[in-house]
């Protein structure tokens, strides 16, 4: 019964940060239109980084640069009231939020500023590793040559350039800024009435009835039918209930979990 179900909708082949190798027969399988980043962790384990581009680091950037504008606000007015005393703390304040910010954020907030955060960026090493003290120092200390000739030109320049969209600080410090993976949420099946398989079911049919419950929100109607008509015969169910049958069916298998 397997063979007539959806074929798996796994992950397609990736456009990494290097040329795709070329398969035994000849042809080029094509990459999809995400760029990826593949790494090897010092445990030997396979990251697919996905690298930020310059606009949703552009945005990350402002946002950081009114918050810092806005801490530097709120130290004024009140440094203000402490005469030349408050003054010396606002240099000191001013050298910290300028030159500090950045740093402090990256290293001890998992590579995420404020900004970063908020568009869900992160900064990493090379090898997907946490970013340390030394190399965000050397990225964040980069910037003003970013910053050359004005409005970051270089920056944007290196980053478009480069396949891992790096500023010269990255490749001084050896990190990425990556979009955070998150966790694909598992879809939820109809609530509907649990059914028994009117046969045993193998670990692949079962497992297939399960994703076909699952993923049927997403196809249309027309191929909804078409599956479902097809298995309509070993379930022993006319066609136009054979999609309720396997979504109960489906029910019973996972159960309340």
Same mark, same amino acid.
């Given at each position: /019964?397997?063979?007539?179900?959806?074929?798996?909708?796994?992950?397609? *082949?990736?456009?990494?940060?290097?040329?795709?190798?070329? *398969?035994?027969?000849?042809?080029?399988?094509?990459?999809?239109?995400?760029?990826? !980043?593949?790494?090897?962790?010092?445990?030997?384990?396979?990251?697919?980084? @996905?690298?930020?581009?310059?606009?949703?680091?552009?945005?990350?950037?402002?946002?950081?640069?009114?918050?810092?504008?806005?801490?530097l606000?709120?130290?004024?007015?009140?440094m203000?009231?402490?005469? +030349?005393?408050g003054?010396?703390l606002?240099l000191? /304040?001013?050298?910290?939020?300028?030159?500090? !910010?950045?740093?402090?954020?990256?290293?001890?907030?998992?590579?995420?500023?404020?900004?970063?955060?908020?568009?869900?960026l992160?900064?990493? /090493?090379?090898?997907?590793?946490?970013?340390?003290?030394?190399p965000?120092?050397?990225?964040?200390?980069?910037?003003?040559?970013?910053?050359?000739?004005?409005? !970051?030109?270089?920056?944007?320049?290196?980053?478009?350039?480069?396949p891992?969209?790096?500023?010269?600080?990255?490749?001084?410090?050896g990190?990425?800024?990556? !979009?955070?993976?998150?966790?694909?949420?598992?879809?939820?099946?109809?609530?509907?009435?649990?059914? @028994?398989?009117?046969?045993?079911?193998?670990?692949?049919?079962?497992?297939?009835?399960?994703?076909?419950?699952?993923?049927?929100?997403?196809?249309?109607?027309?191929?909804?039918?078409?599956?479902?008509?097809?298995?309509?015969?070993?379930?022993?169910?006319?066609p136009?209930?054979?999609?309720?049958e396997?979504?109960?069916?489906?029910?019973?298998?996972?159960? +309340?979990?």
């Open positions: /019964m397997s063979d007539v179900l959806m074929p798996d909708n796994g992950p397609g *082949p990736s456009a990494e940060a290097v040329s795709l190798p070329a *398969p035994a027969d000849g042809r080029r399988e094509l990459p999809d239109l995400d760029s990826r !980043y593949r790494v090897e962790t010092p445990e030997g384990i396979d990251l697919a980084l @996905r690298p930020a581009g310059v606009l949703p680091r552009a945005l990350a950037f402002l946002i950081d640069l009114a918050i810092r504008g806005a801490i606000i709120a130290a004024f007015t009140t203000n009231l402490l005469g +030349d005393f003054a010396g606002l000191i /304040m001013l050298f910290l939020v300028n030159w500090w !910010y950045m740093v402090l954020f990256e290293v001890l907030n998992q590579g995420r500023s404020p900004g970063k955060a908020i568009l869900g992160r900064v990493v /090493m090379d090898d997907g590793t946490p970013v340390g003290w030394g965000s120092l050397t990225r964040n200390l980069l910037r003003f040559v970013d910053m050359l000739p004005f409005g !970051y030109l270089l920056g944007i320049l290196s980053s478009l350039l480069h891992g969209f790096k500023r010269l600080g990255d490749l001084a410090a990190t990425l800024v990556v !979009y955070g993976e998150t966790a694909p949420s598992r879809p939820t099946l109809p609530e509907v009435a649990p059914l @028994r398989s009117p046969f045993p079911l193998s670990l692949d049919e079962q497992r297939a009835l399960v994703a076909f419950a699952e993923r049927q929100a997403s196809l249309s109607p027309a191929r909804r039918a078409e599956i479902a008509e097809l298995l309509a015969g070993p379930l022993e169910v006319h136009s209930l054979a999609e309720a396997i979504t109960g069916i489906a029910r019973g298998l996972v159960g +309340d979990a």
